[in-house]
């Protein structure tokens, strides 16, 4: 049951999107949330629907795939509208019982389920696109710059990728610990809440301790195999810009544009 | 030259009580004298706590001696300028496979020591090809090492080790967490790297089917090598592998059985060819 859940979902098939370099994927999901929070009207929302329509479309990624690992999130999006839709004041339109809804209100509820709702399914587009590892390399070379100001930038990536490669070991290890004491009697389901905090007390012990014991094995593998950081090493997969990603730039600097120019000049309001 | 060699090595540390304090002193590796030469399958045998997995990091300079030395291909492990020399003359692959693959994609994996190395991309990717196809697992070279079995996942291990070119490989009981076709499956792939590609093998093991190939065995007890030789002298000794809590192949040990019980058998029978053929030479002879 723990092994089920995914993380980084990266959904495999063969697509322009999935071929792009991480850096411009990476680039290209900032700008598309920038561009969702500089205008808040009809026009700029349209012209975000539409590039995620096509980007969706180029991305080969069923749509009913990407809905599926939302639904957690759908959750919080409805409570943000609920609080929005009660809570804002101004010009009343319905009254029941205590509650009140605004005008105000519904125009704001009705653009923050658009705004993060873009911006879940922008963002989840990516990882759907990127493997963990291209993800790191993409940072890894992004942040690059951030050496300059002592940040150890090649660290936190080579941290990020063995904490990516152990979740599925530890997972399993979880699993294994709780089968052991649920085999000598450990409850691990029933209880109020604060009964069932205290039954994984006995799980994470050993869970650390294992891992504190991974790690040594780990650092002692790596030094044998000569790791002394990032200083003088090659790379068996350097990332290299190739036409594509350069074609990808120029179309956000252009959606970016197309958002910033129409959302100024034909401004359209919900009310 | 010998490729390995160590010089009344001696590793020492401090037993505590719970409270912090010194109880003593415990020589895990005490006064070894080791010679290794280029080309040879060493096998290291011992049971548990006999320090055999100490000597075999001193081996890779992951630790450092208390007294006398170790030279791996004549340079003095606690020289810090040779390290990173030794490391790459000296590859090792450790018990747990889980703990020593970094990579998340096979290939990957096998990639990383000649990263660190500074290999450049071309050749990085040429090494590992070879690496992989030496050790049978060219095939799985996209897939996650989370989705193998032990013994594949320790053959990845080796591949990852073999990428960085190494005169000798140590290999710190890469068996003992494998079922018995893994482990097969792990010596297979070791014998066939010494005997094809000419590397160094040091195999730390305390099963002594796997010993059985070697060109010489050390036998280990309390930090102090007891007995070496070929695995056929070590293998006559039944009564003193005993006294060291050491079992013996199953072959041997019946061979030995019979002998004592008066069946006229030739000492240190390894394998059960050897074994029909002498059974049935003592049965020619009876006839």
């Known amino acids: 049951m723990l092994r089920d859940i995914t993380l980084g979902q990266y959904y495999q098939t063969d697509s322009a999107l999935h071929r792009m370099d991480p850096r411009i994927k990476l680039a290209g999901t900032m700008v598309y949330m920038i561009s969702l929070f500089i205008y808040k009207n009809i026009t700029a929302y349209l012209l975000a629907f539409l590039f995620l329509a096509v980007v969706i479309r180029i991305s080969r990624v069923p749509f009913r795939f990407m809905i599926k690992g939302l639904k957690a999130v759908m959750f919080l999006l409805l409570i943000t509208a609920v609080f929005n839709l009660f809570l804002t004041r101004g010009e009343p339109l319905v009254s029941i019982w205590k509650l009140t809804i605004t005008k105000e209100g519904l125009v704001n509820a009705v653009y923050i389920v658009i705004r993060l709702g873009f911006l879940i399914i922008g963002s989840s587009l990516m990882t759907l696109t990127t493997t963990p590892n291209q993800l790191t390399d993409g940072l890894e070379k992004i942040m690059a710059p951030l050496k300059i100001f002592k940040v150890p930038v090649h660290e936190v990536a080579m941290m990020m990728s063995i904490a990516l490669r152990f979740i599925p070991i530890l997972m399993e290890e979880t699993d294994k610990i709780m089968k052991a004491q649920m085999a000598r009697g450990a409850d691990f389901e029933s209880g109020r809440l604060l009964d069932k905090a205290k039954a994984m007390v006995p799980l994470l012990v050993p869970l650390i301790i294992s891992a504190f014991r991974r790690a040594n094995d780990l650092a002692m593998a790596m030094e044998a195999r000569c790791y002394q950081g990032g200083e003088g090493r090659t790379k068996m997969k350097p990332l290299q810009y190739k036409r594509i990603d350069y074609m990808a730039y120029g179309v956000m600097a252009l959606y970016l544009l197309g958002v910033i120019l129409l959302g100024r000049l034909f401004p359209l309001h919900l009310i | ?287």
């Open chain 2, 1 to 287: 030259m010998e490729i390995i060699e160590t010089k009344n090595l001696v590793f020492e540390y401090i037993r505590r009580d719970d409270e912090g304090n010194v109880e003593g002193f415990t020589k895990a590796v005490d006064n070894v004298n080791l010679e290794v030469k280029q080309g040879d399958f060493i096998a290291i045998l011992g049971h548990n706590g006999s320090g055999k997995s100490t000597l075999a990091k001193h081996l890779n300079a992951v630790v450092m001696p208390t007294e006398g030395t170790v030279y791996v291909d004549g340079k003095d492990t606690q020289d810090k300028e040779a390290l990173w020399d030794i490391r790459k003359t000296a590859g090792m692959v450790f018990q747990n496979p889980d703990n020593q693959i970094i990579g998340q994609i096979v290939e990957e994996d096998v990639g990383f020591g000649p990263e660190n190395m500074g290999v450049p991309t071309q050749e990085i990717w040429e090494r590992v090809e070879e690496s992989l196809k030496a050790v049978g697992m060219y095939a799985y070279r996209k897939h996650s090492p989370n989705k193998l079995s032990g013994g594949q996942k320790q053959r990845v291990s080796i591949a990852g080790v073999l990428a960085m070119h190494p005169k000798c490989i140590v290999l710190d009981e890469p068996t003992a967490m494998l079922d018995p076709n893994g482990r097969k499956e792990v010596i297979r792939a070791v014998r066939a790297l010494n005997q094809a590609e000419d590397i160094t093998v040091i195999l730390i093991t305390h099963y002594m089917e796997e010993v059985i190939h070697a060109d010489k065995v050390f036998v280990m007890d309390q930090g102090k090598v007891v007995m070496e030789g070929t695995p056929k002298k070590i293998f006559s000794q039944v009564e003193r592998l005993k006294e060291l809590r050491l079992d013996v192949p199953q072959v041997t040990l019946l061979a030995y059985e019979l002998g004592k019980s008066g069946l006229n058998l030739p000492k240190g029978i390894l394998t059960t060819e050897e074994f029909v053929e002498e059974l049935q030479k003592a049965a020619l002879r009876m006839l």
